[in-house]
């Protein structure tokens, strides 16, 4: 996902960099300190991944010697490229991996497997490190995989829902943005527990926990909750069974012997 991301920045560049233009120094004079003091720290602003898109436009936006300005409608121009780049490299993504989504065949050993709790950590990322990586790089996709493993809405639109979230934060930059979609995916981890009749349900301290996971490290409470999915898959759990494709079940567990 990031490196969608990323990606998108790079075919969005040239649409903004056609625009840009440079204004002249007045009579060749060297600037004051002041002023050298005053462009360093915007370019320490713009170079903060922390700065979010409309702050490091708005400032390549504002006129001075030797500073890039930038208008309205190429901003939006650049904004609009970027969105839609980006959701169409996430779309690409989410198909390919759609199409190649192999579920693990059922173990008859893992019946008695309890699933009341996690399997692991939420930092025991390495684990599974496909796992891993598909949440940390694609975690929309991973995130909408798990959602549809357990029935409680379709991957489209959970990546639809996540990816949008996803993306606004990219544009605005903005904490109360995140937290406030980390609550909608704090109710998708209190319905994780209750698939699997886990503890906390219910509790605040747990909504508290759920939340404070997703605000942090989504990617790794992502991930945990693959890995517990992907288990309960191979236990063929009520929680994910009637997901499993039409006679995949079937098809996986061994023939009985004949008589």
Not at 212 to 229: G, H, K, V
Not at 247 to 258: D, K, M, N, R, T
């Amino acid at each position: 996902m990031r490196a969608a991301g990323a990606l998108a920045c790079a075919l969005a560049a040239p649409a903004l960099s056609s625009a840009l233009s440079v204004a002249p120094r007045q009579g060749g004079a060297a600037p004051e300190a002041g002023r050298f003091f005053a462009l360093e720290k915007e370019a320490e602003l713009l170079a903060d991944p922390r700065t979010s898109v409309p702050e490091a436009l708005g400032m390549l936006g504002q006129q001075g010697p030797g500073e890039v300005v930038i208008s309205r409608s190429t901003y939006a121009v650049a904004v609009v490229s970027y969105a839609v780049l980006w959701s169409a490299l996430v779309a690409l993504v989410a198909f390919l991996y759609r199409r190649a989504k192999v579920w693990p065949s059922v173990d008859p050993e893992m019946e008695h497997v309890d699933f009341t709790k996690f399997s692991s950590g939420p930092f025991d990322c390495l684990q599974d490190p496909k796992i891993f990586l598909w949440s940390f790089f694609c975690p929309c996709i991973r995130f909408a995989d798990n959602t549809s493993m357990l029935g409680i809405v379709s991957f489209w639109l959970a990546l639809a829902v996540m990816t949008g979230a996803w993306l606004l934060n990219s544009l605005q930059g903005g904490v109360l943005l995140w937290a406030a979609s980390s609550l909608a995916w704090m109710g998708f981890r209190q319905k994780f527990r209750q698939r699997f009749g886990m503890e906390g349900q219910g509790e605040w301290t747990y909504y508290a926990t759920d939340c404070l996971l997703y605000l942090a490290c989504a990617p790794c409470t992502i991930a945990q909750e693959a890995r517990q999915l992907e288990l309960a898959a191979r236990a063929d759990h009520e929680a994910v069974k009637a997901q499993r494709p039409d006679g995949l079940a079937e098809a996986l567990v061994p023939a009985e012997a004949g008589p």
